[in-house]
């Protein structure tokens, strides 16, 4: 954690872990500050990663934590020593519940100019097409949203900001104020809400998802699409729901016509496709998908094996 008025690091372990405001955000390659420049700009103020946009950054979010009467704040840029692959392994799983976990969710918005007219410049804001965004939008309840001056626009939960984050962001409003229904809802669903999301690495398109989905599993970069793959298998040693395999290709799948025959050539080649879908783009048109709640339904077990499903 960055000690908010020392704007010193300090590492802290087990269940006594202090109140803290993080942030949310989205990058600027070359232009962010790590956990090796805060070291070097603790002992030499003047270092040059102190006049970078990403400190600049770190110093504004210290500022708000520390009005909010926080005496720490978490930056992911600068407090997971990324050179060490069990430090970035553990931060990575354990993202979701440390966005859980804070105070408050400062969200930085860098290119939304100061205006009065939210509905229509903060849907093009890329922090909503980010894949790590989301699970910082959905785990921690006290959301304040920020422009690019760092004016404070509202909170999560304000009427106004709250249907508009939910209609840009697909997501139910009773999630965005509640993450822990997220167990009741298909994963088809939740994986629909990453469907238009984006990363830097192909990999952390799987990786962003392992809070929604409550699992864990170790970080394998150079895996590529792998990865989702191994998602998806974690899913559903923790899951009977079967929706995880209504995903689709919207441009090669169709319902099949009244008193069509369904061996016929032109349905069995559109429909046959991989059990498991290849990144959640997939699960596009799955939103509207829900958890099957009767008995019958809920306790259809099947596992994966050699042999298949």
């Known amino acids: 954690l960055i000690h908010t008025t020392t704007l010193r690091l300090q590492t802290f372990g087990g269940p006594r872990i202090p109140d803290y405001g993080i942030l949310s955000h989205t990058w ?3 232009h962010e500050v790590s956990y ?8 030499n103020p003047s270092h040059p990663a102190s006049q970078e946009p990403g400190y600049s ?13 926080l005496e720490y704040a978490w930056v992911d840029t600068c407090c997971i020593d990324k050179t060490s692959s069990a430090e970035l392994s553990e931060a990575i799983n354990s993202m979701f519940q440390w ?14 100019p100061p205006t009065r007219s939210l509905s229509n410049r903060m849907p093009r804001c890329k922090w909503f097409t980010r894949g790590w965004c989301l699970q910082e939008l959905i785990a921690p309840r006290n959301v304040r949203f920020y422009n690019c001056r760092w004016d404070f626009i509202g909170r999560k939960l304000d009427t106004n900001v709250l ?24 994963v088809a669903k939740k994986m629909s809400w990453a469907a238009h999301r984006e990363t830097t690495k192909p990999e952390d398109i799987a990786y962003c998802l392992l809070g929604i989905f409550d699992v864990n599993m170790p970080l394998l970069y150079g895996e590529g699409q792998k ?10 040693k923790r899951s009977n729901d079967l929706s995880i395999f209504a995903w689709g290709h919207p441009e090669t ?45 809920r306790n259809f077990a099947f596992s994966l094996t050699n042999n298949g499903l």
Do not use: H, W
Request: net charge negative.
């Open 28 to 30: 600027t390659a070359g």
């Open 36 to 43: 090796q420049d805060m070291i070097s700009i603790s002992l």
């Open 57 to 69: 950054k770190i110093l504004k979010t210290c500022e708000v934590a520390r009005d909010a009467g």
């Open 99 to 112: 966005y859980q976990a804070a105070r408050v969710c400062i969200v930085y918005l860098s290119d939304l």
């Open 163 to 186: 249907e508009l984050v939910s209609r840009i962001s697909r997501i139910d409003e009773a999630v965005l104020a509640d993450s822990s229904i997220l167990p009741t809802l298909s």
């Open 227 to 236: 990865a989702f793959m191994r998602l998806q298998e974690e899913i559903i």
């Open 253 to 297: 799948t169709r319902p099949v016509e009244e008193g069509e025959d369904v061996n016929s050539p032109s349905v069995t080649q559109t429909a046959c496709c991989d059990l498991f879908a290849e990144s959640p783009s997939n699960f596009s048109n799955c939103g509207d998908l829900v958890l099957q709640t009767a008995p019958a339904q």
